[in-house]
């Protein structure tokens, strides 16, 4: 398995390249983050160990850049500051998991097998089908540039849809995944959030993009129909 580690604290970095190496890793190191970008981008590695504070660009716009060229190595990054923000920001940049220095080599060899496993699938960070576009950490979604107005149920239904674009969901499905288990309500919460998505998604726009399949459930359509 071949890591890229993004570290510019020389020391550091040789520690890392060592005890990687020990593991049975195949290691390269860079020191910047213009170099991560490139280097990471020419290279498919089986996972990046990525340091928060980098010469250059910094580990979260390495990070953003790697996600928006289609680069979905898995991403363990590091960082000497504890902050929440910090955690919360590299998360939502594309990061898969976070690890606050200094830390046990052996948490960290066993953080990265455990990424190397789950594998480099895509997985971005702002989700787009067709003229609608749904950013889920700035919580804000539009189609054609036009923002809409969504309650964090709506929200929630379509950032589930959008996941599953071109697949016919059952009723039972998506309230399963964006109703808890202790809601109680009435049984046709689906269709009455599926009827109020859609004036907002799509009539507005003389478009259909949210379909029924009769006797399956719904659908969103990879691509919107006019009406």
């Not at 020389?10 to 190191?29: H, I, M």
Request: a negative charge.
């Amino acid at each position: 398995m071949r890591v890229l580690v993004v570290e510019d604290e020389t020391r550091t970095a040789a520690l890392l390249r060592r005890g990687l190496a020990e593991e049975g890793f195949a290691v390269d190191v860079v020191g910047d983050g213009t170099d991560a970008v490139w280097q990471a981008s020419e290279v498919a590695y089986d996972a990046i160990v990525l340091d928060l504070m980098l010469p250059g660009l910094d580990g979260f716009e390495v990070c953003q850049r790697l996600r928006a060229a289609g680069r979905w190595a898995p991403v363990l990054m590091l960082s000497a500051r504890g902050d929440v923000t910090d955690r919360v920001r590299g998360l939502d940049v594309g990061a898969d998991d976070y690890l606050p220095k200094p830390f046990s080599f052996d948490e960290l060899s066993a953080r990265i097998r455990a990424l190397i496993r789950r594998g480099a699938h895509e997985r971005p960070v702002v989700l787009e089908v067709g003229g609608l576009r749904l950013d889920p950490a700035g919580r804000v979604a539009s189609r054609d540039g036009v923002e809409l107005d969504l309650s964090p149920k709506e929200f929630a239904l379509l950032e589930y849809l959008m996941r599953h674009a071109g697949k016919v969901l059952s009723r039972t499905v998506i309230l399963e995944h964006v109703w808890d288990f202790a809601y109680d309500g009435t049984s046709n919460v689906v269709d009455q959030y599926v009827g109020y998505l859609r004036r907002k998604i799509d009539r507005p726009f003389a478009v259909t993009h949210l379909e029924t399949v009769r006797g399956a459930g719904y659908r969103l359509r990879t691509t919107a129909q006019p009406d």
